[in-house]
């Protein structure tokens, strides 16, 4: 018998590596990998001699934005050879890793090809709902692109958007506008502008992205979503904020969008 499981667990590991792999080429085979991950065993790390009645996880620094990360792996060998004398090592079932560890940041195998996941894609995959492409702005465009106040009722994307937005500390301010010259008859595309720290940059756009998916489906609409640096020059500075950081103002300019 113990042969026997020994077996399942080896072939449910290369079924699992398989689908990873293929996930890098193809965006279509997410979802078949994501619920074979949210059923098979994971490997992260805790503290040492922790008093915590919780399990409380290991995080660390992204190196080039400093945004902290969770790490988990899918292979044991994988998360002993990132252990070290001052943590150890736990097992779960990814979506008791998922469901434990909401609103943190996780990255997958960290020392091999790594997998970012953030916080309101993990709600998409608890829920069974396949992740959607990321449509960052096209930052080669020859000079910024022209955009203008969006018209018309815009509160199906700017709800969402302040809720989710309210929970990234690094964005200071949110904007929206379409392109200049829609074609009479078309829906506009829509472009949101978001100021936000490098560490919370792709956070922002994967976020947005999530929420958005589902109405911009029902609306039809085309959203886009460009980000500047607080320490940037910012050419889109005239269009109406929907979302301002307490912190930074006390209300946005135009709460009067809904």
Same mark, same amino acid.
């Given at each position: 018998?113990?042969?026997?499981?020994?077996?399942?667990?080896?072939?449910?590991?290369?079924?699992?590596?398989?689908?990873?792999?293929?996930?890098?080429?193809?965006?279509?085979?997410?979802?078949?990998?994501?619920?074979?991950?949210?059923?098979?065993?994971?490997?992260?790390?805790?503290?040492?001699?922790?008093?915590?009645?919780?399990?409380?996880?290991? %995080?660390?620094?992204?190196?080039?934005?400093?945004?902290?990360?969770?790490?988990?792996?899918?292979?044991?060998?994988?998360?002993?050879?990132?252990?070290?004398?001052?943590?150890?090592?736990?097992?779960?079932?990814?979506?008791?890793?998922?469901?434990?560890?909401?609103?943190?940041?996780?990255?997958?195998?960290?020392?091999?090809?790594?997998?970012?996941?953030?916080?309101?894609?993990? %709600?998409?995959?608890?829920?069974?709902?396949?992740?959607?492409?990321?449509?960052?702005?096209?930052?080669?465009?020859?000079?910024?692109?022209?955009?203008?106040?969006?018209?018309?009722?815009?509160?199906?994307?700017?709800?969402?958007?302040?809720?989710?937005?309210?929970?990234?500390?690094?964005?200071?301010?949110?904007?929206?506008?379409?392109?200049?010259?829609?074609?009479?008859?078309?829906?506009?595309?829509?472009?949101?502008?978001?100021?936000?720290?490098?560490?919370?940059?792709?956070?922002?756009?994967?976020?947005?992205?999530?929420?958005?998916?589902?109405?911009?489906?029902?609306?039809?609409?085309?959203?886009?979503?460009?980000?500047?640096?607080?320490?940037?020059?910012?050419?889109?500075?005239?269009?109406?904020?929907?979302?301002?950081?307490?912190?930074?103002?006390?209300?946005?300019?135009? %709460?009067?969008?809904?």
């Amino acid at each position: 018998m113990r042969r026997k499981n020994t077996a399942t667990v080896a072939e449910e590991k290369a079924t699992l590596e398989e689908l990873m792999t293929a996930c890098f080429h193809d965006p279509s085979a997410e979802p078949a990998f994501f619920e074979a991950l949210l059923g098979a065993i994971v490997y992260a790390h805790k503290p040492c001699n922790d008093s915590s009645p919780f399990i409380r996880l290991v %995080q660390f620094p992204h190196p080039k934005t400093g945004a902290l990360l969770l790490p988990f792996f899918t292979d044991l060998r994988q998360a002993q050879a990132a252990s070290s004398s001052h943590v150890e090592i736990v097992k779960m079932t990814g979506r008791e890793l998922f469901e434990a560890t909401l609103g943190a940041v996780l990255i997958l195998n960290p020392n091999d090809r790594y997998c970012l996941i953030y916080p309101e894609e993990v %709600q998409l995959i608890l829920a069974g709902t396949a992740i959607p492409p990321v449509r960052p702005l096209n930052k080669d465009e020859e000079g910024p692109i022209e955009l203008e106040p969006a018209a018309g009722e815009c509160g199906w994307l700017i709800k969402p958007l302040r809720e989710v937005f309210a929970q990234i500390a690094g964005i200071v301010s949110a904007a929206l506008g379409q392109r200049v010259g829609v074609e009479v008859g078309k829906a506009p595309d829509l472009v949101i502008v978001a100021v936000v720290s490098t560490s919370d940059e792709e956070r922002v756009v994967h976020a947005a992205t999530a929420v958005l998916a589902d109405a911009c489906e029902r609306y039809g609409a085309n959203v886009d979503i460009g980000t500047i640096h607080p320490e940037e020059a910012n050419p889109w500075a005239s269009l109406p904020t929907f979302y301002a950081r307490p912190d930074d103002m006390t209300e946005a300019k135009n %709460q009067s969008i809904h």
